[in-house]
Every structure is written in C-alpha cells, then in structure tokens.
C-alpha cells in the first residue's frame, strides 16, 4: 500500500467489471501511468516487483487464458532462462521454474498487467525478481546485472512478430484495427498509430490470417502470413483505390466486348462520345443502340459491366474509359441457356479457374475466336485466359450466380454491423451460392452460416431481378462439416434461424434455398439488447441515441483504454462531449448500462 492505503496494483480499472479493482478512487499515481500509456501507441512493458522469483504472464483477473499464451510462455521462459544463466544456482526458478500464468498462481484484480494488455493494447508482464520484498539499495546492482541481458532480450521481442505500415493510397497513415482470425479475443488484437500508420503486433510462431479493418474501407484479409520467433514480417496495407482507364481496342466490324471500369454516366452515348462517328451500332441480348437514330428509337439506355455487347464499328477505334474500378465480387445472375458475360477481374485468369463456382453447371464459354467446354480434354480448349475489355457467350445448363473468383482475397464481412464475426479456416473453404425465399433484404442485413458453434461465412444479401440472392465462402474447420444458417434483419434487429441445414465439404460449390417458412419457432431475439444509432456519429450532425428493449436511460461512455469518459443519467442522448463538456477526440468509444457491469460493451465509432 502506498501512504494513502492504496494498493496500486489493484486500483487500475479491472477487464471483467471496467470497474477499479479495489473499488476506490484512481490513485494519482495510476492516472498518470494510464494517462502516459494512453498518449504513446505502446507496444512492450513490464512492471518489477519483489516477495518472489518469477515471471508472472496473464491473465490476473480471468482463469481463461491469454489468446498469446503461448507467445507468454514463450517469452517469460526465455526471461528467467537469461536470469538464471546470470545468476547463482537457485535464483528465479520459483513457480513453473521461473514462470507462472497470474490467475493459475492467485486471482487479482485491477491489476497494471491486465489494464495494459486489455485496455492499453500493450503486451505487459510482471517480473518478481527478488524473494526479499524490499530489496536494500546496495544490492540493486547485483540484481541489475542478473536482470540486464534479460531485459535487453524482452525488449527485443517488440521487433518480431508481425508489424508494418497501414496508408490510404497517396501515402497518408490510417488507424486500423489489427486482427488475427480465428484467434484475437479479449482486445488482443492491435491498432496501427494514427499518426505515423506504424503497427506491432508481437505473437507466437506460425502460419496466420489477418485482417486489417480501417473505418470507411473493407476490410483487408491476408492468408498464410508466416511469423517466425526472433524475426519480423512485415505486412504493410494500402486502403483506397486510384481512378483506373481502361482502353479497348476495336476492330471494324463487329466485336464482343465488356468493361471492368465504371463512371457516373454508363450511357451509350456517353461511353462511346468520343468515336461516335464509328460507331454503327450497340447491341445485346434484347435491346439496341444506333447513334445515328432518335433517342426514342433507342431501347439500350443504360450499360452495365456483368454483360457483354456487340459492337459494330465502321472503321477500327479505341474505347476509352475512365473510371473507377467496378467490384469484382458482385454477383451476376445467369440464366439457364446462352447469357452474354461481361468479365470484372482487372488481369487474365483462366477460365475454370474464374468461373469456379459454377463450374458445376456450365456448357460452354466462347468469344469470337476461342472456345472452353469444362468437360473437354485440355488440348481441345482454345480458350485458356479469360482478358479484361473482352466479352463472352456462355452457355448454362442452369440458372446460377457467379462470383468471379480472384484467388486475391476472402470476402470482406462488415464487422461493425454484424453480431457474428467469422472464424477464417484457409484451407478449407466452400462456396455457397443461396436464394433466400420470403425475403426482401435492406441494406445491412447479413446472413451467416454457422457450425460448430462458430460463424463460419457472412453475406450482405441482394435482390436482383426481383430475387433475393447471398454468395458467401464458408469457411469450415473439418473436410466435412454441417452447416445452419441465421438471417439478421437490420430493420427489426431481429435473428431469423432457418431450419435447412448443409453438409459442406471443402472445395465444393452450393446451390440451394432458404425458406423462411421452415423457421424452427418464433424469431429470437439478440443477446445484445443495446443499439447505438447513428453509429458512426459526428456531433456537427446532432447527437446519437442509446437504446435497449428494457428502455435504460443511465449510461455510461468508455473510451478504448477503458476510461470512463462521461455518464449520461435520466438520458439516452450523447453529443460527443466528455463530463466536462469537453469535444472527445474522434476514435472507438464503448457504451453499456450503468447498472449492468454483466453486458457486453457496445461500440461507438465518434467521426468528424
């Protein structure tokens, strides 16, 4: 304790209650460790205390593991053997031989260990270096010199493990949340700095997937990042795509062409403006554009990028253009028969490998020279690439959507919208392609598959042609596993469980319905009864509102360190302030009920 009867170490705000560990007042002493750590992106920290030999690793407050447990292990174990190599026979081998998991040796609460790893971001260990509580001043040095190396070893360990570089593309750095999938609980996961886009994400050897989550963009997923102990990879991202031109080349006479760019006006007369003089006509399955006719003749209004078009020029020119690049990973409706398809990918792939989801029902693809038959020997194939600006003939044996398959990157899930966040298994992926009867989605709504009491897949579902559709990528921990699946509706909050199930083998391809007519029971409602609108919320516009189905009206806002920032009572409104009235800093708040310490903390993304 110190003079004032606290005990400092457990007077910082505790991760299972976000309440002081000892229930008094923040020491100043604390508030100015937490005010320090909240003003630097820290990455390494360790705490020294005396009564015992021993590296102490987390949890204190939870029996639960550390997510890093064995990263913990890894790195305390090397701590005491440095120790003991420097020292007499005997020295720090207490515990596990130098070593301990906090709660494994007692439970302590509000301890600096736990704020710093759970609210801070920080990796943070307590290190006991002497059996003598209070070693005296003369011995310092002696058990400086046993602890030297040893320290120098731990904070090397902030240079390894995975790190990098998070910008928009013009170079500008992005606070972005840094994630590792299938594994990161507990606020383990890191944010890069805002003001210099640098991240440090220190973990344990292996092969991971990551996901780099930035406001205002999708999320960035990378596969097979390999993280060797002692070394850095680096894993810089770059959000934000440049304005692209696309420049497709026309002969005289007719031609089959797509476009995997996209400008404000798709209009014929619009794209093709600046060699309208030879251009005859434009054409696709059902409707036409002559330049030369009256508009009201004109049935084709409107271009768009999932078909493709005949083009009939008099003398050979050059289409230009400008644009954004259009989404590779939107779906396109394909009806059983002959469908002309535009191509979205922005390189050459080959065709079964970019048309891989419905490989199960295709014929034929053909331009005007080359054809692929998925059924045919190689060598008859004379269609081996599939190229951006060209159109194709494809033939279906049934109706199907396609997704054009990249191998560049998993579907984003919108993480700030969605009660489910998926588990990523690699190696191991289906694609489901569904249409969900009796259902009109809105924007936002999502629907997830679940197994094994994880969300395996999440979708945006959309409504083409008076149809609801979802193409999503399962993500399965077995070569087998079955398959359930809930459709949150945005509107109502409310959770729809279906009663189809699947059985999904990886590598394989999904064709099927959901029914709402075969929902098991009345529709459930959410655990998390607490909903935050809007969310982002930027004070210029208003305030946000705070709302549950049990009607509380006493709040309280917590920033990402944990602190408490202001306490709404008798009100559901916020205006962005701080209890002094102050504007709080733009970033990630939590909301929960006063009263309910059990529930989970909501997020709150507070924007200019």
């Known amino acids: 304790y110190n003079w004032n009867s606290i005990d400092l170490n457990r007077n910082f705000i505790d991760a299972a209650t976000f309440t002081n560990g000892d229930n008094n007042p923040t020491a100043i002493e604390n508030t100015i460790q937490m005010n320090f750590a909240n003003a630097h992106n820290l990455v390494l920290s360790a705490n020294y205390h005396g009564g015992i030999e021993l590296a102490n690793y987390p949890w204190d407050t939870w029996a639960t593991l550390h997510v890093d447990d064995t990263w913990w292990q890894y790195v305390?174990?090397?701590?005491?053997?440095s120790l003991q190599n420097a020292s007499p026979a005997g020295y720090f081998d207490d515990e596990n031989n130098g070593i301990t998991n906090g709660y494994a040796w007692y439970e302590a609460n509000g301890s600096r260990q736990d704020w710093m790893?759970?609210?801070?971001?920080?990796?943070?260990?307590?290190?006991?270096?002497?059996?003598?509580?209070?070693?005296?001043?003369?011995?310092?040095?002696?058990?400086?010199?046993?602890?030297?190396?040893a320290m120098i070893d731990f904070l090397e360990e902030a240079n390894f493990g995975?790190?990098?570089?998070?910008?928009?593309?013009?170079?500008?750095?992005?606070?972005?949340?840094?994630?590792?999938?299938?594994?990161?609980?507990?606020?383990s996961s890191v944010w890069s700095n805002a003001d210099h886009g640098d991240y440090y994400r220190p973990i344990a050897a292996g092969t991971w997937t990551v996901t780099i989550s930035a406001a205002g963009y999708d999320d960035q997923i990378f596969n097979n990042v390999v993280v060797v102990n002692g070394q850095a990879t680096i894993l810089n991202a770059?959000?934000?795509?440049?304005?692209?031109?696309?420049?497709?080349?026309?002969?005289?006479?007719?031609?089959?062409?797509?476009?995997?760019?996209?400008?404000?006006?798709?209009?014929?007369?619009?794209?093709?403006?600046?060699?309208?003089?030879?251009?005859?006509?434009?054409?696709?399955?059902?409707q036409t554009y002559d330049p030369s006719m009256p508009s009201y003749f004109n049935t084709l209004a409107m271009m768009n990028n999932q078909q493709a078009?005949?083009?009939?020029?008099?003398?050979?020119?050059?289409?230009?253009?400008?644009?954004?690049?259009?989404?590779?990973t939107q779906v396109i409706s394909l009806n059983s028969g002959w469908n002309m398809l535009g191509y979205l990918p922005q390189n050459p792939i080959a065709p079964d490998t970019a048309l891989q989801n419905?490989?199960?029902?295709?014929?034929?693809?053909?331009?005007?020279?080359?054809?692929?038959?998925?059924?045919?020997?190689?060598?008859?194939?004379?269609?081996?690439?599939?190229?951006?600006?060209q159109g194709y003939w494809i033939n279906m044996l049934a109706s199907a959507g396609l997704v054009y398959n990249t191998t560049t990157r998993l579907n984003a899930s919108n993480r700030e919208d969605a009660y489910w966040s998926p588990t990523v298994y690699p190696n191991n992926t289906a694609t489901a392609y569904i249409t969900l009867n009796g259902i009109t989605p809105v924007q936002g709504d999502l629907l997830g598959a679940f197994g094994n009491g994880e969300c395996l897949g999440t979708a945006h579902p959309t409504m083409v042609d008076g149809a609801t559709y979802a193409t999503m990528l399962i993500q399965i921990p077995d070569n087998e596993t079955d398959?359930?699946?809930?459709?949150?509706?945005?509107?109502?909050?409310?959770?729809?469980?279906?009663?189809?199930?699947?059985?999904?083998?990886?590598?394989?391809?999904?064709?099927?319905?959901?029914?709402?007519?075969?929902?098991?029971?009345?529709?459930?409602?959410?655990?998390?009864?607490?909903?935050?609108?809007?969310?982002?919320?930027?004070?210029?516009?208003?305030?946000?509102?705070?709302?549950?189905?049990?009607?509380?009206?006493?709040?309280?806002?917590?920033?990402?360190?944990?602190?408490?920032?202001?306490?709404?009572?008798?009100?559901?409104?916020?205006?962005?302030?701080?209890?002094?009235?102050?504007?709080?800093?733009?970033?990630?708040?939590?909301?929960?009920?006063?009263?309910?310490?059990?529930?989970?903390?909501?997020?709150?993304?507070?924007?200019?």
């Open 483 to 608: 398959v359930s699946f809930r459709y949150h509706n945005i509107t109502t909050d409310e959770v729809i469980e279906f009663s189809e199930e699947l059985i999904v083998n990886s590598g394989e391809i999904y064709t099927f319905t959901l029914n709402t007519t075969s929902i098991n029971g009345n529709v459930n409602q959410i655990d998390n009864t607490i909903s935050v609108y809007p969310n982002p919320f930027s004070p210029v516009s208003g305030t946000c509102t705070i709302d549950s189905k049990t009607k509380v009206n006493n709040w309280k806002i917590f920033n990402l360190k944990g602190q408490l920032v202001n306490e709404l009572k008798d009100s559901n409104q916020w205006n962005g302030t701080d209890s002094s009235g102050k504007r709080c800093p733009d970033g990630i708040y939590f909301v929960r009920a006063t009263d309910d310490i059990k529930s989970k903390p909501v997020k709150l993304m507070l924007m200019k």
């Open 117 to 149: 790893n759970y609210f801070a971001g920080c990796r943070e260990v307590t290190f006991e270096i002497s059996a003598t509580k209070l070693l005296s001043n003369t011995l310092l040095p002696t058990y400086y010199n046993y602890s030297r190396q």
């Open 162 to 187: 995975i790190q990098g570089f998070v910008t928009d593309i013009n170079g500008n750095p992005l606070e972005a949340e840094i994630s590792i999938n299938n594994h990161d609980t507990n606020q």
């Open 238 to 286: 770059t959000f934000g795509s440049l304005g692209v031109t696309q420049n497709i080349s026309l002969n005289s006479g007719w031609n089959l062409i797509s476009m995997n760019a996209v400008t404000t006006d798709m209009s014929p007369a619009s794209l093709f403006s600046a060699i309208q003089a030879d251009v005859i006509q434009v054409k696709s399955l059902t």
């Open 358 to 389: 419905i490989l199960s029902n295709l014929s034929q693809v053909k331009n005007l020279t080359q054809t692929y038959d998925p059924s045919m020997p190689s060598y008859f194939n004379t269609l081996n690439q599939m190229t951006p600006g």
């Open 76 to 81: 305390c174990r090397n701590y005491a053997t």
């Open 309 to 328: 078009y005949w083009v009939n020029m008099s003398n050979a020119a050059t289409l230009t253009i400008n644009g954004d690049i259009a989404d590779e």
